[in-house]
């Protein structure tokens, strides 16, 4: 797994952010990609064809942006352990293999 970051991710996105360049490498090589973003902004999903799996916004209500610079570090923090939660359910669930078809 391939984790970046953005400040924004929109439909700029695709025109050689960071990101981008980053997803199209990993898909090439079925790399699972996610990217932690500051804001994720109209037309956001066309990153997903480029090998982005998914998103997930540092910021978890509505504040300004010197607060959110201010709060950078901790806000980063909180949303790399709710991905990684995500993440650690995922495992969980093919561990416990609970869409097996019974037999």
């Known amino acids: 797994m391939l984790i970046t970051g953005e400040g924004r991710i929109d439909a700029q996105s695709v025109f050689g952010k960071v990101p981008f360049g980053l997803g199209k490498m990993a898909k090439k090589y079925n790399v699972p990609v996610i990217a932690i973003v500051g804001e994720i902004g109209e037309g956001f999903s066309q990153i997903y064809e480029y090998g982005i799996n998914s998103i997930m916004s540092i910021i978890s209500k509505a504040i300004s942006i010197d607060e959110a610079m201010q709060m950078s570090k901790s806000l980063l923090k ?26």
């Not at 909180?78 to 359910?89: C, F, G, L, Q, S």
Request: charged share 45%.
């Open 78 to 103: 909180d949303a790399t352990e709710r991905m990684m939660r995500i993440i650690k359910i995922g495992i969980d669930i093919k561990k416990k293999n609970y869409f097996k078809k019974s037999e």
